[in-house]
């Protein structure tokens, strides 16, 4: 059977495709066939990842060997309820930001730029899915570097010249945490001899508490904390955000930092072991210092941001601190907590993004003063703006709430009552810069260039609102997302170790 | 799902969106008929929890019907309807849809089955009652700014203390509460900080007065009695709020004397008068609690009516200053007429609402023995004939004339006060059908003798005190060193002694607090700002060091 043997290879076609996909837009060169492609293999992806999730939620988890090489020995992608979920979600955002792409693309990029575009975005879009499917440590560091150059140069793409230089930093930095990531995975090979997740989780139980194994865990955390911009590592992302093409903001706000995440949650519980990592060793106490520390220092510096673009990116670095306050908890509820925030953040920065990727269209720009009565000339996007806002605050009845209510059940439950009281607190800056915005757009009078602005086109206007619509339809119905990121916890504290 | 329903106060909150794109005939249509629909759909719940949804582990009971819940439903929705009367050509376009946002969440309120639909409720309440003193205009900014505040901090209190009960009992119904978890207690103060409980009493007359003339209908029947109401059902029988009640009694009867603003005192008169429902539910019996729930329900009425009444004054003369009123019943007969029946209803009396409701609270408390609550009560009840009953009417429509000769306010306004005027009076007259909705079966005849000759008594005696002190009872502008000040004097010492939170002196402490809260953000701008050290773009190496530096602090964690 055809369809069978297609199905077996579907952890193969996550990656390859978006890389055969790549080189065939850098071959052909023409923007709108590039463009087409790149739309039609991004919707396969979410296709191929549902398929996977849903496989992995009845059957269980699927493993494929790459090339027919049987692990540990060859290349393994092991797909299960943790990174199936992250795959659908970088899938599915990577396919509602395609339609939006191209006018966005044509609008920001010149023209003999855009398939280039098209064929970085694909290359950026395999490093990730292959960061997340591949069960190699090895193996996940190529992908990140893919993922990684691509995204290089999908910053420098940005109109202002400034995102040449937030590309060269980024550059610098993204690949010193690569490299601590490589020297941590080197010394793990040194002392277990093997690269494959699960082999290696068996094996570090005899080698524990050696010192290489110990430097090997701070050399991953410090890697991955650059990576997903850990307050304060954070100081490649605000530049980098800005800079970039607002495509490419949206796109990378809502996945790059996640699979990030995700690899730290790998190697902490799958590998390391919980008991490890979060009983034996310090990690609780620093980890939820620095959560803490981004929640507060980078959200107050949003408020005071006059681009709206960097005071978003400033509020992704205090929404990477909730992320990583719910692995700090090290508790089922508030890991849930934290994967749902995962989820739900990349929904609503996204929108977020995008909405503003509909300002930039028309009035050239994301400065504040320059929205000035915006909302009045663009009531549909700023609509928007203000939905996946109000979540961003956690306000009852959007995402937000989901998973800062959850984060906060975490928090009480192990008995930190003054942690709850700061997870709310925080949120209340995030009325601040939120409310700043909506106070500009809808309260003044249109001035400038927002005057004659209009809501743009619907094919970016359609993506935008169904990102703001799952803000609103996941946070009243959050079965889905905390159901699956609930067993995602578990799988994760389970372990590997069979 | 036992059955489909659909939640009652949703249609109101929903079809507040409609309001503010309709104009002309079809908006007043669509006004008048929403609260009608809603009022509808009250009284199609059935008893039990009417909807469930699961949502995430939680059995969520977003409407459950009872006849509490029938009783607050019905006023509040009546309320939505005769407001959006009185209110019906305001010229602001959103005021109307924020105050049937704000009655709908109401509704939701009272229909709620669990904490966290309370909860959410809960904050939509106060957003839509915030945009509603907004839209009174600049003057208003500064108190509504006051006013979300206080009731964001009694959100995030009220949040924390449910996610604690929720933790410790692992469950979210919304049944009656012990105190004794900091959980409990969180919610309790949560649900206190709305009923307009010590010491942040002054919310009320600080707030509401702002509204505008239409606004403050709204106001003054939805957010503290929406607090009685999950009080009755939170914390029935607490003891403390006995003491709480008593002193909102107090606070409200020497404030309200003091005060020269009609609509003001109105405000001080609400913290008075929901003070006895607070009593009522510390003594907690059947007989107690079916006082506050008619109570509740008179005094919606009848505070409306009397906030009509002065809403009417102000949008006739612009003035709401006592010393700059009077003699206004040459003039505005109608409003004379509807402000008389409001005082003696909120005086208690004899066949108005306010003597059938009222006197149940204080038989509450002779039945449970209760004999200084009884004594501080009667006290206050005609403490209440002196500086409501009398002294709103006397000094705004007779006493001295004004010389002002403003028209009665227009048709939609009398007909909605007359429309709550004959619900003063056909509840004070035939009680029978009124009482058929309390929560317990009522076994209390209001019309006995020995009731009727001590509410008289009562009210001729204070009557009396009213004109023979006349001249120190009469507001002034200015103080006159005469024995006038001594009074007054002797008042505001006794009212600081009483709360040092006087709406004047609770402005300063605001104005303090936003002073500290100005150099602790200069403080904070100077790090966070553009130019501060955490926004500024770093150097490449800098950064690269911060990376070595961090690296070095893990793995010296990890080795130590």
């Keep these: 059977m055809i369809s069978t043997q297609l199905l077996d290879q579907l952890p193969a076609l996550q990656v390859c495709l978006p890389l055969a996909g790549a080189a065939l837009c ?161 010394l793990l090979f040194a002392m277990t001899g093997t690269l494959n997740f699960g082999d290696m989780a068996e094996r570090i139980v005899a080698v524990e508490q050696s010192r290489p194994v110990l430097a090997a865990l701070a050399f991953i955390t410090v890697g991955m904390c650059l990576k997903l911009a850990l307050f304060p590592l954070h100081v490649w992302l605000p530049n980098a955000y800005t800079g970039a093409p607002s495509v490419a903001t949206a796109f990378i706000a809502s996945t790059a930092t996640k699979v990030a995440v995700y690899l730290l949650l790998r190697f902490y519980f799958s590998i390391f072991g919980a008991a490890f990592v979060f009983e034996d060793l310090p990690v609780t106490p620093i980890l939820l210092v620095m959560s803490v520390a981004a929640m507060f220092a980078a959200s107050i510096v949003a408020i005071f941001q006059g681009n709206v673009k960097r005071m978003l990116a400033y509020s992704s670095v205090a929404q990477m601190g909730y992320i990583t306050l719910g692995i700090a908890l090290a508790t089922p509820i508030g890991l849930t907590g934290g994967i749902v925030h995962l989820f739900n953040h990349a929904l609503m920065k996204g929108a977020l993004f995008m909405a503003l990727g509909c300002v930039a269209l028309r009035i050239g720009g994301c400065r504040l003063d320059a929205m000035a009565g915006i909302g009045r000339r663009m009531p549909i996007t700023m609509a928007a703006f203000v939905i996946a806002g109000l979540s961003l605050i956690g306000v009852p009845g ?57 809501d743009p086109p619907l094919s970016m206007l359609i993506p935008t609102w169904i990102l703001a619509a799952a803000c609103i339809a996941f946070g009243l119905d959050a079965g889905f997302t905390a159901g699956v990121a609930a067993e995602a916890a578990d799988a994760l504290f389970a372990g590997l170790r069979q | 799902m036992i059955e489909t329903v659909f939640p009652p106060g949703l249609i ?127 003057s208003a900014w500064g108190a509504s700014l006051r006013y979300a505040i206080i009731h964001l901090i009694g959100g995030v209190v009220l949040m924390a203390g449910i996610a604690a009960h929720v933790v410790a009992t692992g469950s979210v119904a919304f049944t009656a509460m012990e105190l004794g978890s900091i959980g409990t207690w969180l919610i309790l103060i949560g649900f206190l900080i709305n009923v307009g409980a010590p010491p942040v009493s002054a919310w009320v007359p600080d707030a509401y007065p702002s509204a505008s003339w239409s606004g403050a209908v709204f106001l003054s029947a939805f957010t503290t009695k929406t607090a009685v109401l999950v009080l009755m059902r939170g914390f029935p ?106 005082a003696l209803s909120i005086s208690a009396f004899p066949l108005t609402s306010g003597f059938v409701a009222k006197s149940m609270i204080l038989q509450g408390a002779i039945d449970a023995h209760m004999a200084l609550v009884f004594f501080g009560l009667t006290t206050a009840s005609a403490c209440a004939f002196l500086y409501v009953g009398l002294n709103f009417p006397w000094f705004t429509f007779f006493d001295r004339d004004s010389g002002l000769r403003p028209k009665d306010p227009p048709a939609n306004m009398t007909i909605a006060m007359w429309l709550l005027v004959a619900l003063c009076i056909g509840i004070g007259v035939a009680p029978g059908l009124f009482y058929e909705l309390m929560p317990y079966p009522v076994d209390y005849k209001p019309y006995t003798t020995a009731h009727v000759v001590l509410q008289l008594q009562l009210l001729l005696f204070s009557g009396l005190v009213f004109f023979l002190l006349l001249k120190q009872l009469r507001h002034t502008p200015t103080i006159t060193l005469d024995f006038d000040w001594f009074w007054r004097g002797l008042g505001r010492a006794l009212g ?31 790090h966070h700002g553009p130019q501060g050290i955490l926004a500024r773009g770093w150097p490449t190496g800098l950064m690269t060091l911060w990376a070595t530096l961090l690296l070095a602090a893990w793995l010296i964690a990890y080795y130590v």
């Design chain 2, 237 to 342: 029988g607490t003891e403390m709020l006995i003491w709480v009640g008593l002193y909102m009694i107090f606070y409200g009867i020497i404030y309200a004397i003091l005060e020269n603003d009609m609509r003001r005192i109105l405000c001080y008169s609400i913290v008075n008068q929901v003070g006895f429902m607070v009593v009522g539910i510390g003594i907690g019996t059947e007989m107690a609690m079916n006082g506050v729930a008619a109570h509740a329900f008179a005094h919606i009425v009848y505070k409306a009516l009397l906030l009509m009444s002065a809403g009417s004054v102000l949008y006739a003369t612009g003035k709401s200053k006592t010393t700059e009123l009077g003699g206004l019943f040459r003039s505005m007969p109608v409003t004379t007429i509807c402000g008389i029946v409001g």
């Design chain 1, 26 to 186: 850098a071959l052909i060169d023409r923007r709108y066939i590039a463009w087409v492609l790149t739309t039609l293999i991004s919707f396969a992806m979410p296709v191929i990842a549902v398929m996977m999730l849903i496989q992995v939620m009845t059957v269980g988890p699927i493993s494929y060997a790459f090339g027919g090489w049987e692990p540990p020995f060859g290349i393994e992608y092991r797909v299960d309820v943790v990174n199936g979920f992250l795959l659908v979600l970088i899938s599915v955002m990577g396919a509602i930001i395609m339609p939006y792409a191209l006018r966005s693309v044509a609008a920001e990029i010149a023209r003999n730029k855009q398939a280039w575009f098209y064929c970085m975005y694909l290359l950026c879009l395999a490093g990730l899915l292959g960061m997340a499917i591949t069960a190699d440590a090895f193996n996940a560091f190529v992908f990140m570097e893919i993922s990684s150059l691509s995204m290089y140069v999908l910053i420098a793409l940005g109109r202002d010249k400034r995102a040449l230089v937030a590309a060269y930093q980024y550059l610098i930095l993204g690949t010193i945490g690569a490299t601590l990531y490589v020297i941590g995975v080197g």
């Design chain 2, 496 to 526: 600081r002694e009483f709360d040092g939170l006087s709406v004047t002196a609770w402005e300063r402490l605001t104005g303090r607090m936003l002073e500290a809260a100005r150099r602790f953000v200069a403080g904070i701008y100077r």
């Design chain 1, 398 to 454: 959007t995402v937000g709430f989901v998973s800062k209510w959850y984060l906060a059940l975490g928090a009480i439950e192990a008995g930190w009552w003054w942690l709850a009281f700061l997870i709310v607190g925080s949120s209340l800056l995030a009325v601040v810069y939120i409310g700043r915005v909506v106070e500009v757009a809808w309260f003044r009078a249109p001035t400038g260039t927002a005057a004659e602005a209009t």
């Design chain 2, 12 to 138: 109101l909150f929903l079809g507040a969106f409609l309001l503010p794109v309709l104009s002309g005939h079809i908006r007043s249509v669509v006004a008048l008929a929403l609260p009608l629909i809603a009022l509808f759909l009250v009284w199609s719940v059935p008893d039990g929890a009417a909807l469930t949804i699961h949502w995430f582990g939680y059995e969520l009971v977003p409407v459950q019907g009872d006849a509490l819940a029938r009783l607050f439903g019905t006023v509040f929705t009546l309320m939505a309807f005769a407001g959006g009367l009185f209110a019906l050509h305001r010229d602001n376009r959103f005021e109307l849809a924020a105050a049937y946002a704000y009655a709908g969440a109401s509704v939701g309120v009272v229909f709620a089955g669990d904490l966290l639909t309370v909860f959410v409720f809960w904050e939509l309440m106060a957003l839509a009652s915030t945009f509603v003193i907004w839209c009174a205009g600049p």
